[in-house]
């Protein structure tokens, strides 16, 4: 199994739709979460952290369920602009942290005019 | 903003060639930088932990001989393909968490495309 997987997609949507990701985890222990945005040839870059508490930054709200180790980022009004894919990133984290990020596959969002 | 910056962009070379990829943060010091690779339509693979002045961590399946990592810096790391062939062929992307900075928070270098011929 994975570590981080993510449905690759891609998911092809008109502008202005709203679009939900979602993302797994099989590490009990990880600590810390992130949507990454990638764009093709184009190194990743920090969408948003994703807090227990759930966190919203404009368009994109991402939640947390460490129950169910379930990570969800939620797009709303779709632009042309947010066409990319979205990488899930988990970090283990513990007492010897070394920083190490695991990457999920990515889930590839199409918007459409 | 962390700045971090790699050079060359684009490597195209013939089999057999050694190839060094640099990795440089350039607006702060960086104790860890991670070497990670990418395929198409497949995710980030790390590839190896370096900390500045001590020897690289090789993830599982990454051979050390083949992937030269040096940090001789805290502001510079090199990851050199000894005798690169066709199958490595991908996109080469490090990352550089700042000195002192939280534990998960990387920033990322534009990448290197790799093209063995």
């Known amino acids: 199994r994975k570590e981080v997987e993510q449905d690759p997609g891609p998911f092809n949507v008109p502008e202005g739709a709203t679009v939900a990701f979602n993302c797994t985890y099989s590490?009990?222990?990880?600590?810390?979460f992130f949507w990454y945005r990638q764009d093709c040839r184009k190194e990743p870059k920090l969408l948003m952290s994703?807090?227990?508490s759930g966190n919203e930054d404009g368009r994109f709200t991402a939640q947390l369920n460490r129950a169910s180790q379930y990570i969800s980022l939620l797009i709303r009004d779709s632009k042309l602009s947010d066409s990319a894919t979205y990488l899930c990133v988990v970090n283990i984290g513990g007492s010897s942290n070394t920083g190490k990020l695991i990457f999920g596959q990515g889930t590839t969002l199409q918007v459409k005019p | 903003g962390a700045v971090v910056s790699q050079h060359p962009s684009r490597v195209i070379c013939k089999s057999g060639t050694s190839v060094k990829i640099e990795c440089r943060s350039l607006d702060f010091q960086a104790t860890t930088m991670f070497w990670y690779r990418q395929f198409p339509k497949k995710s980030l693979m790390l590839m190896a932990t370096?900390?500045?002045?001590?020897?690289?961590?090789?993830e599982q399946g990454v051979e050390k001989d083949k992937f030269l990592i040096n940090h001789a810096s805290l502001t510079l790391s090199t990851l050199t393909v000894t005798s690169a062939h066709p199958e490595d062929s991908s996109f080469y992307i490090c990352?550089?968490?700042?000195?002192?900075?939280?534990?998960?928070?990387?920033?990322f270098g534009p990448g290197t495309r790799l093209t063995v011929l």
């Open positions: 370096s900390n500045e002045g001590s020897k690289a961590t090789y």
């Open positions: 990352s550089a968490r700042m000195a002192g900075g939280l534990g998960y928070t990387q920033y």
């Open positions: 994703v807090y227990s």
């Open positions: 590490n009990s222990a990880s600590q810390s």
